[in-house]
C-alpha cells in the first residue's frame, strides 16, 4: 500500500523519470548550465543583491512564481483533453520509456504525445508549486534568518558560513528555476511545433 501511495502522490515527478537518449540535457545539463552561470554571475557581483525584505529578490520571485501553477494546470488540462487521433499515437522511434505501475507491477511502456506532455505538465505544476511554497516559507521566515545570521556572524569564520549557506541556497533555487525554465521552453516546443507533426 504505501507503495502504491508513494507512487501516486510522487507521480508528478515522473518526467525525471522518462528514458530517452536526450533527455539528460534537458532534466539535468542545462539546468545545471543555468545554475553555474547564476553563481558565477552571483560571485562576481561588487554588491551582492539583498535577498530577504518587501524589495527583496525572493518576494520578487515569489510574484512571479505564484502565478505558474495554475498556468501549467490550465497547460495540463488541455493537452489531457485535446482531442487529436495524433496526440495518442506512439511518439516515433526511438520512442520515451517510463514504467508505469499495472497491477502491482511496474512495466515500462512507449509514451504517446499526449501522454509525454502530460508527464511535463504535471512536473511543471508540481515545482513551480514547490517553489511558491518554499519561496513563501523563506519569506515568512525573515526575521528568524536574520536572527540566527547575527548570531553566526560572531562566530570564528561567521562570515564566511553565511557566504557559503548563501550559495547553497542560491544553488538549489537556481536548479529549481533552471528546470522550471527548461521544461517549460520544451513545453513550449511541442504544444507549438511538435504536436502537429506526424
Known amino acids: 500500500m504505501l507503495k502504491e501511495l508513494r507512487y501516486e502522490l510522487l507521480r508528478g515527478l515522473a518526467y525525471r523519470e522518462i528514458r530517452h537518449q536526450h533527455m539528460g540535457k534537458y532534466t539535468v545539463w542545462l539546468p545545471l548550465l543555468i545554475t553555474l552561470g547564476v553563481l558565477a554571475f552571483y560571485l562576481v557581483l561588487p554588491v551582492k543583491p539583498v535577498f530577504l525584505g518587501a524589495n527583496g529578490a525572493i518576494a520578487s520571485a515569489l510574484t512571479l512564481v505564484s502565478t505558474l501553477p495554475g498556468f501549467?494546470?490550465?497547460?495540463?488540462?488541455?493537452?489531457?483533453?485535446?482531442?487529436?487521433?495524433?496526440?495518442?499515437?506512439?511518439?516515433?522511434?526511438?520512442?520515451?520509456?517510463?514504467?508505469?505501475?499495472?497491477?502491482?507491477?511496474?512495466?515500462?511502456?512507449?509514451?504517446?504525445?499526449?501522454?509525454?506532455?502530460?508527464?511535463?505538465?504535471?512536473?511543471?505544476?508540481?515545482?513551480?508549486?514547490?517553489?511558491?511554497?518554499?519561496?513563501?516559507?523563506?519569506?515568512?521566515?525573515?526575521?528568524?534568518?536574520?536572527?540566527?545570521?547575527?548570531?553566526?556572524?560572531?562566530?570564528?569564520?561567521?562570515?564566511?558560513?553565511?557566504?557559503?549557506?548563501?550559495?547553497?541556497?542560491l544553488f538549489v533555487f537556481s536548479m529549481g528555476f533552471g528546470s522550471l525554465l527548461i521544461s517549460t521552453l520544451q513545453g513550449v516546443f511541442f504544444l507549438t511545433e511538435k504536436v502537429h507533426q506526424p
Open 72 to 169: 501549467y494546470f490550465a497547460g495540463l488540462a488541455a493537452v489531457a483533453t485535446f482531442g487529436s487521433q495524433e496526440m495518442d499515437r506512439e511518439m516515433p522511434d526511438p520512442a520515451p520509456k517510463i514504467k508505469i505501475l499495472t497491477r502491482g507491477q511496474l512495466v515500462e511502456s512507449k509514451l504517446t504525445k499526449r501522454q509525454f506532455l502530460s508527464y511535463l505538465f504535471s512536473y511543471l505544476v508540481l515545482i513551480s508549486f514547490v517553489l511558491c511554497v518554499a519561496l513563501m516559507a523563506l519569506d515568512a521566515c525573515e526575521g528568524t534568518i536574520h536572527f540566527i545570521s547575527a548570531i553566526v556572524v560572531k562566530w570564528v569564520y561567521g562570515w564566511w558560513i553565511l557566504e557559503v549557506a548563501k550559495v547553497v541556497v
